[in-house]
């Protein structure tokens, strides 16, 4: 069959765009065609799958009001959505819940940067679309990528538990099989001295993933053998100091790995982060907090350190200075690798592919996508 898949944005080192190539790959392979609907963000080369349909509007709801009156959307056989749109087949919610999102950030925000965020037409466009979806019961079916994500669309918008199927990510564990082997070379070209300690911060939105937090859990630890890698898209001005080196979006970050010691990722809210999962199948003992997805599927102490929120510094600090040495991580190596190994890209499509089979042809059996 033929399955479109909506994305709206693109950013070279974003996990929900590498997802979505990994899963294009696996459907692809399994016989099945694929289409794109996407803004011209996205580059044509990205896309090897089959083609692209790229829409003029940018903005969450001029997008989703766009692709209300495509007409080409009615030519797929099922229709896939990892934006909020008005309505779709599957709508898979690897952003996670924006109102669980902005419930934790008012928690932190000042009473002005709250009055602000109510006002955001951004935030209010996208709460309205999250709505037509799991209220209005827009999305036939919804695909969870944590647990925590999964109970948040239940708590704040009473959709069918039933009707969630929850599917962790997946990587393709041969990319960062070898990450082990080249630390030398690639610490060598970082002029990485040998009892120095890299810690690795990969990810945009650092404000939301918590950057500002691992660099006060690092100051805290008085230790001047740590340095902080950042890759991703974010302000350098704001987050400057002689401790943190910055790389910028990367294509390759699998050079970062393998110099890495520990990932740290202190995020406020992920639903469940790519990055944490890659640096596991590095070899990488991960650092992060309750507040991600992904730390369902780690044990603490074994496979990293979980705190329970990004400013608990402390904890943070306590955690750093635990993986600091050097034969803890020796040693928790075969474990950290055999729980990554749990976590191949193809046992995710093989689950995402039976549940795209058996979802009802909400949007486009009906030959349109209605606006709710």
């Known amino acids: 069959m033929k399955i479109g898949f909506v994305r709206r944005g693109f950013s070279p080192s974003g996990g929900a765009e590498s997802y979505l190539n990994r899963l294009a790959r ?6 099945h065609g694929v289409e794109l609907f996407t803004t011209d963000e996205w580059p044509v080369e990205a896309w090897p799958f089959g083609p692209m349909r790229q829409l ?20 797929c056989d099922l229709l896939m959505s990892l934006e909020r749109v008005w309505q779709c087949d599957v709508y898979r919610a690897g952003d996670g819940v924006h109102r669980a999102w902005l419930e934790r950030r008012a928690k932190v925000s000042s009473p002005l940067r709250k009055l602000l965020g109510a006002l955001n037409r951004k935030h209010t466009g996208i709460l309205r679309l999250e709505e037509g979806l799991l209220v ?12 925590m994500v999964k109970d948040e669309i239940v708590k ?4 069918p538990e039933d009707q969630i199927d929850l599917i962790y990510n997946g990587i393709p564990l041969e990319i960062f099989a070898n990450a082990q082997n080249r630390r030398r070379e690639r610490r060598e070209k970082l002029r990485l001295r040998e009892d120095e300690i890299a810690l690795l911060f990969v990810g945009s939105g650092w404000e939301r993933k918590g950057l500002h937090h691992a660099i006060d859990a690092i100051a805290a630890c008085s230790n001047s053998k740590l340095r902080l890698f950042v890759a991703g898209r974010g302000n350098t001005a704001r987050f400057k100091t002689e401790r ?12 970062l790995y393998a110099a890495a010691d520990i990932f740290v990722l202190p995020t406020l809210y992920d639903p469940f982060s790519n990055a944490c999962l890659e640096a596991l199948a590095c070899g990488l003992p991960v650092i992060t907090t309750r507040d991600n997805g992904f730390s369902e599927v780690i044990e603490d102490g074994i496979h990293g350190s979980i705190v329970d929120h990004a400013g608990d510094i402390d904890a943070l600090r306590a955690a750093i200075l635990f993986w600091s040495d050097a034969v803890r991580r020796k040693d928790a190596l075969p474990q950290i690798l055999d729980r990554a190994a749990q976590f191949d890209i193809s046992k995710n499509v093989d689950q995402t592919l039976r549940v795209l089979l058996q979802a009802p042809r909400a949007a486009s059996a009906s030959g349109k996508i209605r606006k709710t």
């Not at 704040?156 to 959709?159: L, R, S």
């Not at 943190?244 to 050079?255: A, L, M, S």
Request: charged share 20%.
């Open 26 to 31: 696996g459907i692809t392979n399994a016989g």
């Open 244 to 255: 943190v080196d910055f790389f910028g979006e990367i294509n390759d970050v699998t050079v």
């Open 56 to 75: 003029r509007a940018t903005s969450p709801i001029a997008f989703a009001d766009e692709l209300t009156r495509l007409p080409t959307v009615a030519d």
């Open 156 to 159: 704040f918008y009473g959709y």
């Open 136 to 147: 209005h019961r827009g999305a036939g079916r919804v695909l969870a990528n944590s647990q």
